[in-house]
């Protein structure tokens, strides 16, 4: 298995990461906080009382996972690619692979990533959502003390199942998603590129950052199951499983509340993926 996949997905994941969190942290905040009004007013409040870096709590945890989430995607992606069409990802150009293939190497991907990312993720996510600033004099101190204490005190609260709370609707969110967000990159990539030749960075950024867009469309509902789901042991409240969160969910604030941080997400989307693509196809074409 070509190992450069693996490597250039770290490095353009590490760099979407930073790009693209504090965007995370606000749409986290919307969708499991009801004290906010909107993303202005969440981005103004998380400021006011935090400072800035109030929208990079979480941060640490993913850019030290990162190595193995997003190379996981792209090398698993990459390599399920190969294994169904026998071309290396130099000569896709000339031999371009169908969607069909392109939306099941995709979600291969998306699978083994959701897999690797659940701890990661249910640990940003509750980070995420402490609001108390820090070295505040007077001020309560927060629960967790950082990423390693946050997942040990998981694991003594709620035992090893708990850091994989929400994985399942983490799971059926990327599996699909991902293969949609792959194709939607190759088919925009094909659309304005000569047949044969290389993307320019110009259309590696569009494509890339319209595949962010149209992936996380189809990916928000579940996004916010998912994010209610990991909160849930942090509030006490214990849903019954994915169907009840969803019924609870839009019995209490109406079937909008499975689009809330649509909009976040999709201005996050549009510039973490441009520079994610763009990253990751330059590094292949400087190693290849």
């Known amino acids: 298995m070509p190992a450069e996949e693996f490597v ?3 490095i353009s994941g590490a760099l979407g990461l930073v ?12 969708q ?26 979480g941060m640490s945890f993913p850019i030290a996972s990162i190595a193995v989430v997003n190379s996981v995607l792209f090398g698993v992606y990459s390599n399920a690619l190969l294994a169904l069409t026998a071309t290396s990802h130099q000569e896709r150009r000339a031999q371009p692979p169908s969607y069909t293939h392109v939306f099941i190497a995709g979600c291969t991907g998306g699978f083994l990533q959701a897999y690797c ?5 249910l640990i940003k996510v509750r980070l995420q959502n402490q609001t108390e600033p820090r070295a505040k004099p007077g001020s309560p101190p927060p629960r967790y003390r950082g990423p390693m204490h946050c997942a040990a005190s998981i694991f003594q609260a709620e035992g090893p199942r708990g850091l994989f709370r929400g994985a399942w609707a983490l799971t059926l969110r990327d599996t699909p998603t991902l293969g949609i967000y792959f194709v939607t990159y190759e088919w925009l990539c094909r659309q304005f590129t000569p047949d044969g030749q ?12 319209f595949a962010g867009i149209t992936s996380w469309v189809a990916a928000t509902p579940l996004d916010v199951i998912k994010s209610r789901m990991q909160m849930a042991g942090l509030k006490q409240r214990a849903y019954g499983g994915l169907l009840d969160c969803m019924v609870s969910s839009a019995r209490q604030e109406g ?17 973490v993926n441009a520079v994610t693509f763009l990253s990751y196809e330059h590094l292949l074409l400087s190693w290849g």
């Open 8 to 10: 250039a997905g770290w």
């Open 198 to 209: 290389t993307p320019s960075s110009g259309t590696v950024l569009v494509a890339g950052g």
């Open 19 to 30: 790009l693209g969190h504090p965007f995370d942290t606000v749409k986290v905040r919307l």
């Open 117 to 121: 990312l659940a701890p990661f993720d």
């Open 255 to 271: 079937l909008g509340v499975f689009f809330r941080g649509l909009t976040i997400n999709s201005a996050r989307a549009f510039p």
């Open 32 to 57: 499991t906080q009801t004290t906010y009004r909107g993303i202005v007013d969440c981005m103004v409040k998380t400021y006011r009382h935090e400072s800035l870096l109030g929208f990079f709590k």
